[in-house]
């Protein structure tokens, strides 16, 4: 792994749940900025539970690379570890009509419903978005 152990309440708290981590944790991660790369770092150093859509590494991928946060290879290396580190799934035709449903009743942008999968919405207990302020539970 590319990341250090590191133990702390947060990190503690999170083990209990499975969560759905979207683009801006997994930028957070490698960014300049220690106060958001520590915040990151607590939430994605559980590894348990933490779940990935390609919506997400797509933007991460796409992010990294156009704010010249990370170079090519370095955006590629980490989205390939974090696929093989966390739950990982694809983007179906039911998630992008469950997307047209989620802006219609709760306001989201597409770009943050598209990322809720359907199959995974089941077992999803909470979301971490730095945009979504509140808590989804199926």
Known sequence: MFYPLVTSSTEKNLMKDR????TNILIYFVSNDVVKKNISKDI???????????QVISEFVTVTIKKQILSIADAFKYAGEFMDIFEFSIIKKETIKLS?????????S?????????HVLRT??????RRLKRRLRP
């Not at 969560?19 to 979207?22: G, H, K, Q, R, T």
């Not at 047209?100 to 989201?108: A, I, P, V």
């Not at 999803?124 to 978005?129: D, G, K, M, N, Q």
């Open 100 to 108: 047209f449903e989620l802006m219609t009743k709760h306001k989201y």
């Open 124 to 129: 999803l207990f909470i979301w971490l978005s």
């Open 44 to 54: 994605v150093i559980t590894n348990e539970g933490i779940m990935v859509n390609s």
């Open 110 to 118: 597409y770009w943050d419903s598209l990322i809720i999968d359907p």
């Open 19 to 22: 969560f759905f981590i979207d």
